[in-house]
């Protein structure tokens, strides 16, 4: 792409717009019960039960809902209210439906950073019993599991899950001399500076830096990367199932290795190997720039891959492969920031048992299966990754497994929506140059915890 990259999300073709709106929900998803007596109204009509989501641009959600009202004809109907596409604007009216008018919504789905909030305000049911009646902790993979999870209690059902990953032009790095992906960020950076500068791109590493969500996740894999963290306490894990992880938050990001990871951020730019304009960019720009062929190497989700052959795109699969997320040392681990969506009740529905036919049958190895070949939703049960036929159907299940099975939950607090906002602005002025890494870390000390003290 020669022109400076739109940020008008209309400028992509029609078919990476379309994947790339459905993808940007995922920051960024059995055995079944015999179906429990359900009531219906004096006059024998079905149940209606709201289901609050984002927009549907895949259609895969508009045909399980179709799915779901023909199998439960007669007993239960679903009406899809349609949410705002935005994850912030979504949350913001969730809560003022909540706390105005309780019973509008029955049944919803919520983003994986969300279950402490809600589950601590009361939003939501406990939905432990139901669940240990029917599944086993086995039945989905751990970490999307977990993310439902807060206080030894389960407060939604895993429906689909993505984590970070770095995907790379395989046939630059060979025509480079570079014969697999970097492990390491001085790898990476010296392998974008080769490449790029044998085929002439544009980008050598293009990533989320803008202030939102998906800036935080960026953050988070670079401070893990160099063995930071940003607070000690597992409130949320699988306590569920006869664990102890009631230990409280203690913020520690101000540590010489959280500075270190945030400042490989900002040195990738000064080095010329990431735009300046990163911290400007979101999954749009970055995923619009890596198939157009501009970037050498990209981090990104999932539903990237699924875009690769398609209209629009520059990129065929053979050019393309998919690695960890680089560390500061090989002696350190890889971790990917884990994004997804759990499927959760509101505790002030009256349809209890209709909500919960509605996750059930949602989460069912059929609709998951259906959800990844349509949308390109990476399924949470752990089951479907030995299906052979939907592995070669979604290769990206493959290829995106062990960056599941590493990810990391973002903090989990009740007060999470505050610390987001405050990562997101401190890593923003990093990588514009504003703050160095150990005056974010500092600085980020004294307002997380004052976000605790507050509120705690």
Not at 170 to 194: F, N
Not at 211 to 217: F, P
Not at 224 to 252: C, E, K, Q
Not at 355 to 381: C, H
Request: glycine content about 10%; proline content about 5%.
């Amino acid at each position: 792409m020669k022109p400076p990259i739109d940020k008008n999300l209309a400028a992509c073709p029609d078919a990476i717009r379309r994947r790339l709106l459905l993808g940007g929900l995922g920051l960024g998803g059995m055995a079944m019960l015999g179906i429990s007596p359900l009531g219906t109204t004096a006059a024998d009509e079905p149940e209606e039960l709201t289901f609050a989501f984002g927009p549907d641009d895949s259609g895969s959600l508009q045909a399980l809902i179709e799915a779901f009202n023909q199998q439960y004809e007669g007993r239960i109907r679903v009406r899809y209210q349609v949410m705002p596409r935005s994850t912030n604007d979504f949350y913001r009216q969730l809560v003022s439906d909540f706390e105005v008018d309780a019973r509008r919504i029955d049944v919803f789905g919520g983003d994986m950073v969300w279950t402490a909030a809600f589950a601590s305000r009361g939003y939501v049911t406990d939905l432990t019993a139901r669940f240990n009646a029917v599944y086993s902790p086995g039945d989905f993979l751990n970490a999307p599991l977990d993310s439902a999870g807060y206080r030894n209690r389960l407060w939604g059902v895993p429906w689909f899950t993505a984590a970070g990953m770095l995907y790379y032009r395989r046939d630059l790095l060979e025509s480079a001399g570079h014969d697999k992906p970097p492990a390491t960020w001085d790898e990476l950076a010296r392998m974008a500076s080769d490449a790029r500068d044998k085929a002439g791109t544009k980008y050598g590493f293009v990533f989320q830096g803008a202030q939102y969500e998906g800036g935080v996740a960026s953050m988070l894999e670079f401070l893990w990367s160099a063995g930071g963290r940003v607070l000690t306490g597992n409130l949320s894990t699988a306590a569920v199932f006869g664990m102890d992880v009631s230990s409280p938050n203690v913020i520690m990001i101000n540590s010489a290795d959280s500075a270190r990871g945030v400042s490989i951020a900002r040195e990738l730019i000064e080095n010329g190997v990431a735009p300046r304009d990163v911290a400007n960019f979101r999954e749009e720009d970055t995923t619009q720039a890596f198939l157009n062929g501009d970037a050498v190497f990209m981090r990104g989700w999932p539903f990237v891959y699924g875009l690769i052959d398609e209209e629009g795109s520059r990129l065929s699969a053979d050019q393309v492969g998919i690695a960890p997320i680089p560390r500061v040392n090989p002696e350190r681990n890889s971790y990917s920031c884990l994004g997804g969506w759990n499927l959760m009740i509101n505790a002030r529905s009256s349809k209890q048992d209709a909500a919960w036919e509605f996750i059930r049958f949602a989460t069912s190895a059929e609709r998951q299966k259906r959800r990844a070949r349509d949308g390109g939703f990476l399924p949470t049960l752990e089951a479907l990754y030995d299906d052979e036929q939907l592995l070669e159907q979604v290769p990206v299940m493959t290829l995106g497994r062990r960056a599941i099975d590493d990810a990391r939950l973002r903090p989990v607090t009740p007060y999470y929506a505050a610390m987001s906002q405050r990562l997101a602005i401190a890593f923003n002025r990093v990588l514009r140059g504003e703050l160095t890494g150990q005056q974010a870390v500092r600085q980020l000390q004294r307002e997380l915890q004052l976000i605790l003290d507050r509120r705690g």
